[in-house]
């Protein structure tokens, strides 16, 4: 089955700098990449996803880059806000495999300021 | 309002006592999962329904059962709970194939004495 490796596991950046999140997935059908946010104690929420055929997508001050050759992605925030402070789920899945998600191990981000 | 609901929110148990969580979701999705969130293993797929009478297992399903008598809920039944047991559960439900925007319950945290 599908493998979802995350990294780091824990960062800290200052307020205002920028952070990058990384995922490692390891079935090449995979093609469904979602980012969830979960603010403590708070369920998690989709922030941003991006599909196979596409490699980059952006919203606002959060990107998410694909590299289907190498499968990895990675979750980009610019201009990171101490409401950015939370912990980061990378996620993969196959179409049609019904709901079949798997999730990485989650990226706890502190934004100091 | 779309949403997703558990009950109970907080459990304390005991090993060996059967326990339900109920999850409900108004959408009319037919796409609906459970999941265990622990300390540095991320989200794990337990058990994922594709419609009603239709459940195949996740990644974790060992000591769980659930049922989808109805499309609107999706109960976790735990037969006779152990303490590795002893997590955060979440319930969550999308109207999409491949997992995308899945919509997460509040979770409800378990523990089995």
């Known amino acids: 089955g599908e493998n979802v490796e995350q990294h780091p596991s824990t960062l800290s950046v200052q307020e205002g700098d920028s952070a990058v999140i990384k995922c490692t997935y390891s079935?090449?059908?995979?093609?469904?990449f979602p980012w969830y946010k979960q603010e403590l104690g708070k369920r998690p929420q989709l922030i941003i996803d991006i599909r196979s055929n596409v490699g980059e997508k952006k919203d606002q001050r959060i990107a998410v880059t694909l590299n289907k050759t190498a499968k990895h992605f990675s979750l980009h925030i610019t201009e990171t806000q101490p409401e950015d402070s939370a912990v980061y789920f990378c996620?993969?899945?196959?179409?049609?495999?019904?709901?079949?998600?798997?999730f990485g191990t989650g990226t706890r981000l502190q934004v100091t300021l | 309002e779309a949403q997703v609901t558990q009950n109970p929110r907080y459990l304390i148990t005991v090993t060996g006592k059967k326990l339900t969580v109920t999850c409900s979701q108004n959408?009319?999705?037919?796409?609906m999962s459970w999941y265990r969130q622990d300390p540095g293993l991320g989200l794990r797929q337990i058990y994922y329904s594709m419609n009603v009478e239709v459940t195949d297992k996740g990644d974790v399903p060992e000591g769980y059962k659930v049922s989808r008598k109805e499309k609107r809920n999706f109960p976790l039944i735990l037969e006779s709970p152990s303490p590795n047991q002893t997590s955060l559960y979440f319930c969550a439900s999308t109207d999409r194939p491949d997992g995308e925007t899945q919509y997460f319950g509040p979770g409800t945290r378990l523990l089995v004495l």
């Open positions: 959408m009319n999705h037919e796409y």
């Open positions: 996620a993969a899945s196959i179409t049609g495999t019904a709901s079949k998600l798997t």
């Open positions: 079935d090449s059908a995979s093609n469904y």
